[in-house]
């Protein structure tokens, strides 16, 4: 499959694996580059910018395919030094970055000098056409769907997408509720160059979280998510849990942030990811959950998707289209 994200981004696959925190790490990010696809390490899982410059090197030693770095720029009290992690990807080589969070107006100069490309993820169509202005390489767009932070607008990829590529012009990737060949080629026909996942790539062999985080997602249905920090307009879709329900609860009474900060506290979501102990924090999980039934190699599941893909589109697609012309498939 060849679209015009592939020929820009020289990948072989219109597949994507978006920034993850504490999941976006090189044995993850090098398996999918192996495969053909384009993964993000996540900057700000690494604790200081030396950190990401050595996570950079291992997963270069794990492949000699390429990949990119997430760089997310949300807005908080104590911000990491981001002109700090920005000068370790610069400086470390790589040649794709994925920003997302907020506008990258202030970065793009620095990563335009040293020849990076950049994909801004974002959450409207008002913001893609932003980032296009602003003189980004794509745009990855993200449904109300998706796992992690939706914005506050609430439309689902059915309408983003083709709403979105039908004003821009760069290479657009559909984000959200992607798990399988089907939304690989619904997206494809709402005009997108591709997909980004996250959700589906955590649940895969190859993802750095404990094997009792995978069997959850596996036994999740599309129903088990949950919108925490609505009340605070920082909306975030988590895994349905006995925190997440908490945090619900709390806002739905009318909160701050000082009355759930000890539930959603980072540290805390780490502890799932890394001991297994699924009720332990808040951890991000889309609804895409309900398609998932595995954990495949990272392989397996890129493959299994680009032949299904070309499978359904000559397949049941073709004949549709045949069978309407009147010839017997
Ligand atoms: C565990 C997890 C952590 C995530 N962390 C980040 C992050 O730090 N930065 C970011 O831009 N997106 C983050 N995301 C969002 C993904 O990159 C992607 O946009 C989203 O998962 C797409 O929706 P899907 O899960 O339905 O595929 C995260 C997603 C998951 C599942």
Redesign the pocket.
């Known amino acids: 499959m060849r679209t015009r994200f592939t020929e820009a981004f020289g990948v072989e696959h219109p597949i994507v694996q978006?920034?993850?925190?504490?999941?976006?790490r090189a044995e993850l990010v090098a398996a999918v580059a192996d495969a053909g696809a384009l993964g993000f390490i996540?900057a700000?899982t690494q604790p200081t910018p030396e950190d990401l410059v050595r996570e950079i090197a291992r997963c270069r030693e794990m492949t000699d395919k390429p990949f990119g770095v997430?760089l997310?720029i949300l807005p908080s009290i104590t911000p990491p030094p981001y002109a700090e992690y920005r000068a370790a990807i610069i400086e470390s080589g790589v040649k794709i970055v994925?920003t997302?969070?907020s506008n990258p107006v202030d970065h793009l100069p620095f990563f335009k000098d040293a020849g990076i490309k950049v994909i801004h993820?974002c959450t409207s169509v008002r913001h893609a056409l932003k980032a296009e202005r602003v003189g980004v390489d794509a745009v990855?767009i993200?449904g109300f769907?998706?796992?992690?932070?939706p914005g506050e607008d609430d439309v689902p990829g059915l309408v983003l997408i083709p709403a979105a590529t039908r004003k821009l012009r760069i290479p657009v990737i559909a984000?959200?509720?992607?798990?399988d060949s089907r939304g690989l080629v619904a997206a494809l026909a709402l005009g997108a160059d591709g997909v980004?996942?996250?959700?589906?790539f955590?649940c895969t062999v190859e993802s750095p979280v404990a094997q009792r985080v995978k069997e959850q997602i596996v036994a999740n249905s599309e129903l088990d998510t949950k919108l925490i920090f609505r009340t605070l307009r920082n909306t975030a879709r988590v895994a349905a849990n006995a925190v997440s329900r908490e945090v619900v609860e709390i806002e739905s009474g009318g909160a701050e942030f000082a009355d759930i900060a000890h539930l959603v506290a980072g540290a805390r979501g780490r502890t799932v990811f890394e001991e297994g102990d699924i009720d332990a924090g808040i951890?991000?999980?889309?609804?895409?959950q309900g398609l998932i039934d595995d954990i495949p190699t990272v392989a397996e599941l890129v493959d299994r998707m680009i032949s299904e893909a070309e499978t359904i589109i000559t397949g049941r697609l073709n004949g549709i289209v045949a069978a309407k012309a009147g010839v017997r498939v």
């Open positions: 978006g920034g993850m925190m504490w999941v976006g996540t700000l997430n997310t994925e997302a969070g993820k990855s993200d769907e998706c796992a992690g932070h984000s959200g509720g992607i798990a980004n996942m996250g959700t589906r955590m951890w991000t999980s889309g609804q895409s």
